[in-house]
Structures are given as structure tokens and as C-alpha cells.
């Protein structure tokens, strides 16, 4: 089907159901149902309406200008006008292919990030620390909540690994992206020969699933309460507050200690926990949709080497889409992070529109 015919069809949609909640005004039940199918194509419906317009107008203004009769000054005019046209409506049309990809489930939710640090010693510990900060601070340039669920510190100012929850308008969609692994290239703080090395950590992001998203059968978990670890205080060795939940089926392993209470730790890996299972049917779900298709963008998946940080000239590429940035300290203080995070969108977009459309 065409774009305009697909057009005409979702306008079709929309004017039926705004003539079907006026008959059905006394059940709620059903008006409900309709309002909201309602509500969900009005968007849709504003900005085909914005494109059929643009269509007219350039079809009225490309007859008056080829009329002889038309004043040399109105087709001056007129021929301003169409070139405006020409650029408006290429946008329009890629706003609505936009608006036509299958939505994923999880673009709307908050997300939890987990970052662990790979191979390369103390210094691939000091790499997930700088990114655990440029993710606050990428949260904090785009106005989301960043909460850290737990941070397990190896010493020298490095983590081993550490998890946060982020909340704010489409997190997901924007940070799904950065899933697998980030290579550092540097010269260590511990290094005295100042040779540069390369070091990893492993980034995941995880839509956060609620309650409802996802039920999870307590006979499906064997629960461990434990004495906490490491710094924390003298309830360390006092109390049994740190929770290991496994999910039998899956063989999912969630461990949180952070927390002074037993029950807050449980809340916290139930959290986790729910949003690692339900990413997993996300994932599922993503590639029957996608018919096995292999995207340039890559799988998200936690293996795969996606972006590479070098500190000595001053660069950041993404290997997945060719794109290298020589802003590195804007990156790692969160803003300029929002360039690559743009770019991974936009192309993921133009991938979805180039298989849906």
C-alpha cells in the first residue's frame, strides 16, 4: 500500500471513530475502547492532515505559476512558496513513515542500566566508573531521575559493576542503543611508562517492567538471605540483609546489598529481576518481528563491541553506524553524548522505514 493510500485509509479510521463515540455516548464500556483508539491516531491524524495541505497547496501553486496569465510578481511568489513545499513535504512524509514502524513495547518505559567492568584490570574498573557518571550526567542534561541501585567499588575510585535506574519521557528509546561493549583507549593513571591500553566494560539496558508487565510465579524462585559484604557499616556483620533471588527457569541470578533493610534489597533485585525477564521476551518478541533480520545497528547484544573511546585524540567512534566525534570530554560529560544517541535513532528509523514502508 501506498503512503497516501495508507494516509487515507488511518484519516478513514480516525473521522469512524469520532462519528462511533458520538452514537455510543450512553455505553461507557464501549466509548472507553474507542476513545482511546481515538486518542492514540489523532497525532497521526494532525500531521497527514499537515501533509495532504502542503500536497494541495503545492499542486494550486504549481498551476498558477505555469499560468501565463498570472502576474509576474504572484508567480515570483508563488515559485518561493513551491520550493518551501518541495522541502516541507519530503519531512512530512518521513514523520508519518515514522509514525507507521511497529512501536517496541519497551520505548515508553524508565530503563535499568547495568555496568560491568571487562577485560583490562583496575583500568577497565576506572572506564565503567566514567561511564556510570556520563549516564548521570546524560540523565541529568535531559531532565530524567537517575537512581543507583547498587555500586559495587573495586578500589582506586573503579567499580566492578553497578546498576541505576533511570526515569523520565521515552528513556528507553534513547538509551537502548548503548547495550555492549565500550572500549577504552588510554594511557592508565597506574601506568609509568605512559604506553596507552586498551580496556572494556559492558554496558545493558533494560526496559524497566512493572507488576503488570510481567507476572513471576513464586514457586519459580529460590530466595538467599546473607550476611552484606564490604564497606557498609557495622550492620555488615550483624544482619542478614543482602538477598540473592534466582529465577529457576532461566537461571537469572540477582544480588542486591545496598540496602540497610532485607526487604528494601528484595524490592530492589525483584526490580531487576523483572526487567531482565522481561527484556528477554522483548527480545523475543523483536526478532519474530523482525523475520531474523540482522540490523547494520546491531543486536544490543552485551558481546558485541560497539563504540570505542580514544582519550589521546580526543575521539569517540560508533562502529555501528561509522560515526566518530572528536568531542570526547562533551561525551563523557553527558551532553555531547546526545549527538551519537540521535544518530543511533535516526538510522535505526531509516533501517525500520526501509523494511516496513
Known amino acids: 500500500m501506498s503512503l497516501d493510500a495508507t494516509a487515507d485509509a488511518i484519516l478513514e479510521r480516525y473521522e469512524s471513530l469520532k462519528m462511533r463515540m458520538l452514537d455510543c455516548a450512553g455505553d461507557s464500556e464501549n466509548f472507553t475502547k474507542l476513545s482511546k483508539e481515538f486518542s492514540d491516531l489523532e497525532d497521526f491524524a494532525i ?37 518551501n513545499l518541495k522541502i516541507l513535504i519530503p519531512k ?36 565503567a566508573a566514567d561511564l556510570f557518571r556520563m549516564y548521570q550526567k546524560y540523565s541529568e542534561f535531559r531532565g530524567w531521575r537517575f537512581e ?9 575510585g573503579s567499580i566492578k559493576e553497578a546498576s541505576a535506574s533511570i526515569s523520565g519521557k521515552g528513556v528507553f528509546s534513547y538509551l537502548k542503543f548503548e547495550s555492549g561493549v565500550h572500549r577504552v583507549q588510554r594511557v592508565p593513571v597506574t601506568e609509568s611508562s605512559g604506553r596507552v591500553h586498551t580496556s572494556t566494560a559492558t554496558v545493558a539496558v533494560l526496559p524497566e517492567a512493572e507488576e503488570v508487565d510481567l ?36 537461571g537469572i541470578v540477582v544480588a542486591q546489598q545496598d540496602e540497610r533493610s532485607q526487604h528494601m534489597n528484595r524490592l530492589k533485585a525483584m526490580k531487576i529481576l523483572r526487567s531482565r525477564l522481561y527484556e528477554l521476551e522483548r527480545q523475543k518478541l523483536h526478532a519474530e518481528r523482525a523475520d531474523n533480520r540482522r540490523s547494520q545497528i546491531g ?25 566518530t566525534l572528536y568531542k570526547l570530554q562533551q561525551i563523557m560529560n553527558g551532553e555531547g553524548l546526545d ?10 528509523q531509516e533501517e525500520q522505514i526501509a523494511n516496513f514502508c
Not at 61 to 79: C, G, I, P, R, W
Not at 96 to 107: E, H, N, S, T
Not at 148 to 156: A, C, P
Open 47 to 83: 500531521l497527514i492532515g499537515k501533509y495532504k495541505k502542503a500536497q494541495n497547496e503545492l499542486e494550486e501553486l504549481e498551476q498558477v505559476a505555469s499560468d501565463s496569465e498570472t502576474d509576474a510578481d504572484f508567480k515570483e511568489l508563488a515559485s518561493a512558496e513551491i520550493e
Open 148 to 156: 543507583i541501585l547498587y555500586s559495587h567499588d573495586s578500589g582506586i
Open 215 to 250: 507476572k513471576i510465579d513464586e514457586t519459580d524462585l529460590k530466595i538467599d538471605v546473607m550476611r552484606a559484604s564490604g564497606a557498609g557499616g557495622q550492620h555488615v556483620n550483624k544482619t542478614e540483609s543482602a538477598v540473592r533471588i534466582t529465577h529457576i527457569p532461566t
Open 339 to 348: 549527538e551519537i544517541i540521535k544518530a543511533l535513532v535516526e538510522f535505526d
Open 92 to 127: 512530512l512524509e518521513k514523520e508519518i513513515k515514522v509514525m507507521l514502524i511497529p512501536k517496541d513495547a519497551g520505548d515508553e518505559k524508565n530503563a535499568i542500566i547495568e555496568i560491568r567492568a571487562g577485560t583490562g584490570g583496575d583500568e577497565a574498573g576506572l572506564f
Open 299 to 323: 543486536t544490543g547484544d552485551r558481546s558485541e563491541r560497539i563504540r570505542t573511546y580514544n582519550y589521546p585524540q580526543g575521539r569517540v567512534s560508533d562502529h555501528r553506524i561509522g560515526l
